[in-house]
């Protein structure tokens, strides 16, 4: 799928990609492949005759954006927060009721927090983290990726699923589940044991892991269904599937995840992601400012739950480094902003545009 994020930062060198070889205990967990495979894609769109516009309604009219006749700013903003950077992400909301419950009981049961681990900077040192909005770290991100899908779950509404993304239906094993397996929340550390081992094994980067959470909640919000016991594992497996092929220059195909996950076939992999983009209505495009909205409320959801980064002093060597990745993304940025000049102008940029007077001598 030659799909494109527009509008999504791209950081510098990849991270993940050729690190080096699997942790052993990923081993255990590849499988040989079937044959073939195929990409969903999105039915193109009908074709609409042009209305006629008026531009006689006099100075200062403002034709109104497409996106913004389909559906009304409040809803938007309520009900969809992978599309719009000022809507709230769910995942923070879910876990805030978890995070004020621990600070209660720690208030009334007079527990200290412990020795301080967290550096904070001083007048002579400055400490920073190997993490930004254009390269995030990959370990911490999966690990607060894994942290937000807890949250998800164990601060679900209800149990609305639907039957392609439900384990019980489509195993992803053929060995035997107990019942009572679907009757628990998963621990964190089985979730994060899980994405880990998809991301090791296909080579997939830091932003990746964001945009996946990015589907996620859109998929939530869009099919009005839970992520829950049952469907959890098929649903992450869905968005990671999609992020990997929008984000990534070389999209993992199907059949390789075939090798990752015992006994999945191709076909389950194809009908899941058909339902999947049906799902999202097609809708795979992440700005930028949503993307940064996300890195953001994840970094505040790993303050709050003592996920640390690792913090190291400023020296210049890290200095210079920061100021050339820098330096590269104001360059491509400009690329971009140029390459967008070229273009031809949106029909909402032609009462904006203002030609200078000719002076004949």
């Not at 006689?56 to 409040?74: F, K, N, T, W, Y």
């Not at 998800?152 to 699923?161: L, P």
């Not at 992440?286 to 303050?303: G, I, T």
Request: hydrophobic share 35%; net charge negative; with cysteine.
């Amino acid at each position: 799928m030659e799909t494109r994020v527009r509008g999504a930062p791209r950081g510098g060198p990849k991270l993940g990609r050729g690190t080096g070889p699997a942790d052993p205990d990923y081993e255990s967990d590849v499988y040989q492949a079937a044959a073939g495979d195929a990409v969903a894609v999105a039915p193109a769109p009908a074709t609409v005759e042009p209305a006629e516009l008026d531009f006689g309604a006099g100075e200062g009219h403002h034709l109104q954006h497409i996106s913004d006749r389909e559906m009304p700013e409040d809803l938007a903003l309520e009900s969809n927060p992978s599309d719009h950077p000022r809507a709230s992400t769910i995942f923070l909301s879910k876990s805030q009721t978890d995070v004020r419950e621990k600070r209660k009981s720690n208030h009334l049961n007079h527990v200290s927090p412990g020795q301080l681990t967290k550096k904070y900077s001083s007048c002579s040192t400055i400490f920073l983290d190997d993490s930004t909005v254009s390269q995030p770290n990959l370990r911490t991100t999966i690990k607060c990726v894994t942290l937000a899908i807890y949250y998800h779950i164990k601060n679900r509404d209800a149990n609305r699923s639907l039957d392609i993304f439900d384990e019980r239906s489509h195993p992803l094993t053929r060995e035997k589940v107990p019942e009572e397996y679907f009757k628990h929340d998963p621990e964190h550390k089985f979730i994060y044991r899980f994405v880990r081992t998809l991301f090791s094994a296909a080579q997939l980067t830091a932003e990746c892991a964001i945009v996946t959470l990015v589907y996620l909640e859109r998929l939530l919000t869009y099919a009005e269904i839970d992520i829950c016991p049952t469907n959890w594992k098929r649903i992450v497996l869905g968005a990671i599937l999609l992020a990997s092929k929008v984000w990534d220059d070389q999209a993992v195909w199907n059949v390789d995840y075939c090798q990752i996950l015992k006994d999945i076939t191709v076909e389950d992999m194809n009908e899941m992601e058909r339902h999947f983009l049906e799902l999202l209505q097609f809708n795979i495009n992440v700005p930028s400012s949503v993307y940064a909205k996300y890195y953001f409320d994840l970094r505040s959801l790993a303050d709050d739950n003592n996920v640390n980064f690792l913090f190291a002093p400023l020296s210049k060597e890290r200095a210079q480094n920061l100021e050339a990745i820098s330096r590269l993304c104001e360059d491509k940025y400009k690329d971009w902003s140029r390459a967008a000049m070229r273009r031809s102008f949106s029909a909402d940029n032609f009462i904006g545009i203002q030609r200078s007077n000719a002076i004949l001598s």
